[in-house]
């Protein structure tokens, strides 16, 4: 990966080689984390990020339904987090809050071990490679059900869980696709393994709903959005495997991928992206790169230091 040169790390910038954890964080051998997937971008007016306060509102949402006490407000972490940009020099990055049990007590109900919150900072590229957002990608519908929400909690974004998707991941990669499609556990398409799903049928939009075991994701809502705006009907409601197979167009959206097409479904051609896709794309595009006007509130500036604010100092 890209490095930058500036950790945030319990209220402290770190350099990144520095930014270290004991071998005994519960989080490490528990997967006991919340984290983010944030992006911001370059824009006109200087850098910003892509819905922040959304991205923010669901971390602490995902503490609490872990019974996590944040340490940090939203606020302290916006503010972290421009600061980190800034100090990293960078105009767009990949933005990684987390907030995990760290070093002091082992077990499974380790109340005592600290909450430690990190926000890491990098560039970062094409997720699913260069030319997937072109030209779309293949992909494989997994052997591996979602997390249902009687076990875990679609919902969260804690680290634990995405042994889930590392699965489905793994599995479509080693048998030649880009991603994987999970099913949720009663068959009906789900999620990606990082990414919302999006169906289109003769000019309708459909989409898994909440009850499909997914992430509530920000650019999945985003998206939503846009294509209402621009006069498509959008359902949410359950989608058959086949509904992917006879589909006109298909598209996944998230933070790390971004708008992407889909090709191919199990080796059943879906084609080049699609005229609905494309119009979608550019408009999510031009949101997250601030030439949407209507859309400028999803985007927090980075400003400039105010004069009175005073750097934080980097831990030696
Ligand atoms: C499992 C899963 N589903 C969906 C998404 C998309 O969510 P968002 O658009 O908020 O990034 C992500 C990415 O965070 C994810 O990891």
Redo the contacts with the bound molecule.
């Keep these: 990966m890209e490095q930058a040169e500036l950790i945030w790390h319990n209220g402290e910038l770190v350099p990144w080689e520095d930014a270290k954890v004991h071998v005994l964080s519960h989080g490490l051998h528990y997967g006991t984390g919340v984290f983010e ?1 944030i992006r911001c971008y370059e824009t006109e007016r200087g850098p910003a990020i892509f819905r922040h306060g959304e ?1 923010l509102e ?1 971390l602490e949402k995902s503490a609490e339904l872990y019974y996590f006490s944040l340490p940090y407000s939203a606020e302290e972490l916006r503010d972290a987090t421009h600061e980190l940009i800034r100090r990293n020099g960078l105009r767009s990055c990949y933005i990684r809050p987390l907030a995990f049990r760290g070093y002091g007590e082992m077990g499974l109900y380790a109340q005592s071990a600290p909450i430690e919150v990190i926000v890491a900072v990098w560039p970062w590229g094409a997720y699913l490679g260069e030319g997937s957002k072109e030209h779309g990608i293949r992909t494989k519908v997994s052997s591996w059900r979602t997390i249902s929400g009687d076990s875990l909690i679609p919902h969260a ?1 804690a680290s634990g869980q ?1 042994l889930n ?1 590392i699965l489905a991941k793994t599995e479509s990669a080693n048998a030649g696709y880009d991603e994987a499609i999970l099913l949720d556990q009663h068959g009906a398409v789900s ?6 799903v999006f169906v289109v049928r003769d000019g309708v939009l459909r989409t898994p709903p909440h009850t499909a075991a ?2 509530d ?4 809502n985003s998206v939503v959005q846009i294509a209402r705006d621009l006069g498509y009907t959008v359902e949410e409601r359950d989608i058959a495997r086949s509904e992917l197979y006879l589909a006109d167009e298909v598209f996944l ?4 991928a971004e708008l992407v097409p889909v090709r191919e479904v199990d080796d059943h051609p879906i084609g080049e992206p699609g005229e609905i896709t494309r119009v979608i794309q550019a408009k999510f595009e031009d949101a997250l790169h601030g030439r949407a006007e209507e859309y400028l509130e999803w985007l927090d500036p980075v400003e400039a230091p105010a004069e009175a604010d005073k750097p934080s100092k980097v831990r030696s």
Excluded: W
């Design positions: 997937g991205h669901r974004k995405y998707s999620e990606g393994s990082g990414e919302n997914i992430l994701g920000i650019s999945r959206t998230g933070t790390a």
